[in-house]
């Protein structure tokens, strides 16, 4: 329900002209399923978690692993 929620909300900007930008909350668990969703989406906020994800993953690994969701969302 809410991601159909977004969808809708981000199907309406873009048909008013507007660029749709996400953020908040945003993993690497979660991202691909609203790349897949709105692939049309100009911008994604993922700092807080992609800094907290690189103490883990280490800094070039995890900016790797957000790009590959966003340029192929499986």
Same mark, same amino acid.
């Given at each position: 329900?809410?991601?159909?929620?977004?969808?809708? @909300?981000? &199907?309406? #900007?873009?048909?008013?002209?507007?660029? /749709?930008?996400? $953020? *908040?909350? =945003?993993?690497?668990?979660? !991202?691909? @399923?609203? &790349?897949? #969703?709105?692939?049309?989406?100009?911008? /994604?906020?993922? $700092? *807080?978690? =992609?800094?907290?994800?690189? !103490?883990?993953?280490?800094?070039?690994?995890?900016?790797?692993?957000?790009?590959?969701?966003?340029?192929?969302?499986?």
């Amino acid at each position: 329900a809410v991601l159909k929620a977004v969808t809708d @909300t981000a &199907a309406a #900007a873009r048909d008013l002209g507007l660029g /749709v930008n996400a $953020g *908040h909350d =945003l993993t690497l668990d979660n !991202l691909p @399923t609203l &790349a897949r #969703a709105v692939p049309w989406i100009d911008e /994604v906020s993922i $700092g *807080h978690h =992609l800094i907290g994800e690189a !103490l883990w993953m280490g800094l070039d690994s995890v900016v790797k692993a957000y790009k590959a969701c966003l340029a192929a969302p499986e």
